[in-house]
């Protein structure tokens, strides 16, 4: 998925009623970002510093009253549209009655003694009828005068666009098409090298597919860049061994068009992940990690966890062996669990993909027995009170700072029984397994990109 079309939305917002939590406008452009909207179309919606060079132009000022004008004429011309359709059907309307009446004033007219009383009468009365046709007549002749003042309007409009023009000299059109490009490119890669921020709210569930157990977990790669389109699902939480791999999102929405790896050794738990196309999971009444690469059908590396419980030990609070908990955000590779040293509290540790060693561990102090699911994003580790109906994602911790808060972003649990939930960093969205459902959220990031170095 392409994070920008060939143009870009910007939308200026109103005041935000959380200027106490985030930076205000002033200090930088602000972004909000999701994954992508209900007809698949990704968002990005910029705010722009409240600075702005283009208020102090003077083109631009005259160009806003440009667009003004063009607007009342606009609204003018719509006007007297409607008005001509209207009345032009009235005139037709009353064509045959125009010529019936002009038919007896011509008879009148060359034999006067054959107009007896009834037909004056009758005469008479065509002509009554014909009377509100005056004032369409009147009308017209109104609006004709507006045609010509509405002429001189846009007569005046091409002079001071002939003005501006000369003005901007240069800036003919294939330049500002160059520097529109330019500009967009830019953001493009502002955006590509910002792709964090903290998460300010969930989408409501998209049901993808219903398949399977209750249990289980299913994804896409989670490398960013990646073309791969493939997606993964296995079914269960314990010994199973069977993944299916989907040629494309729509392949696994029709259940069609996949094939099957079988793992040399089962796994434990939902909590597996695709990285540049390896599958690292935990390995069966283990604390082993194991990294499977799918094209060459065999395992690269394998690692014990040390430290780490298993088999139920420290699961989350709906069981399923979900001791180890692997994820993948914008930093990289992740190992979500706990030890006894740690009293059963959450412990974090960043992961070298390669070797699977571990590079820096934090420990959360959030217990992990009653936290329902938790996930990462950019680098921070986000975790549900539940995995049943009414959850909402009420603990957060900051890698970066070895921080935590208390958050209340609720989100729609619609099938009452989530035993799997990851987000993807490619696509900037949650994969969730929901009572044999496979639902996605997205998910909406508050950012901000610093001006003051430009």
Request: aromatic content about 10%.
């Amino acid at each position: 998925m392409h994070l920008f079309s060939a143009m870009f939305l910007l939308v200026m917002l109103a005041v935000m009623p959380c200027e106490a939590l985030y930076p205000s406008p002033e200090e930088g452009w602000q972004i909000y970002s999701s994954a992508q909207d209900a007809d698949g179309k990704c968002i990005c919606t910029v705010v722009a510093p409240a600075q702005n060079m283009c208020n102090r132009d003077p083109r631009s000022r005259q160009l806003r009253q440009l667009m003004e004008k063009v607007q009342n004429i606009s609204q003018s011309m719509e006007v007297l549209d409607l008005r001509t359709y209207r009345d032009l059907q009235y005139v037709r309307n009353t064509e045959s009655l125009m010529k019936v009446v002009d038919g007896k004033l011509k008879v009148a007219s060359d034999n006067p003694r054959s107009l007896n009383p009834k037909g004056f009468q009758e005469l008479k009365d065509k002509v009554t009828e014909l009377l509100p046709l005056l004032p369409v007549l009147e009308q017209y002749k109104t609006d004709a005068k507006m045609i010509l003042r509405l002429r001189e309007e846009v007569r005046n409009l091409s002079l001071v666009l002939m003005a501006i023009q000369e003005e901007m000299g240069a800036y003919d059109y294939e330049e500002l098409r160059q520097r529109v490009l330019l500009l967009e490119t830019r953001l493009h890669s502002c955006m590509q090298k910002l792709g964090c921020g903290k998460l300010t709210g969930v989408s409501n569930p998209i049901t993808v597919r219903a398949s399977g157990s209750r249990f289980g977990s299913w994804m896409t790669d989670t490398m960013i860049p990646s073309s791969d389109n493939r997606v993964w699902s296995m079914d269960g939480y314990f010994k199973g061994r069977r993944v299916l791999e989907y040629r494309t999102m729509n392949d696994f929405m029709k259940g069609q068009n996949f094939v099957q790896h079988l793992l040399p050794h089962p796994w434990a738990g939902t909590g597996h992940v695709v990285f540049n196309g390896s599958l690292y999971y935990n390995k069966y009444q283990s604390n082993i990690i194991i990294k499977y690469h799918f094209r060459s059908r065999s395992v690269l590396v394998q690692r014990s966890l040390s430290g780490a419980g298993y088999n139920n030990t420290f699961p989350y609070s709906w069981g399923g062996s979900s001791d180890i908990d692997l994820m993948v955000d914008e930093n990289g590779l992740w190992a979500v669990y706990t030890t006894i040293p740690n009293a059963g509290n959450i412990v974090i540790s960043r992961l070298e993909p390669q070797s699977l060693e571990v590079l820096q561990t934090w420990d959360t102090g959030f217990p992990k027995r009653s936290a329902g699911e938790s996930f990462m994003i950019c680098g921070t580790l986000y975790v549900t009170n539940s995995h049943l109906a009414g959850a909402k994602i009420y603990f957060a911790y900051y890698t970066n700072t070895s921080s935590y808060e208390y958050t209340d972003i609720p989100f729609h649990n619609q099938y009452s029984h989530i035993s799997m939930m990851d987000y993807n960093p490619r696509e900037r969205v949650l994969y969730t397994w929901n009572n044999g459902h496979q639902v996605l959220y997205n998910v909406t990031l508050f950012q901000v990109i610093k001006t003051s170095g430009d």
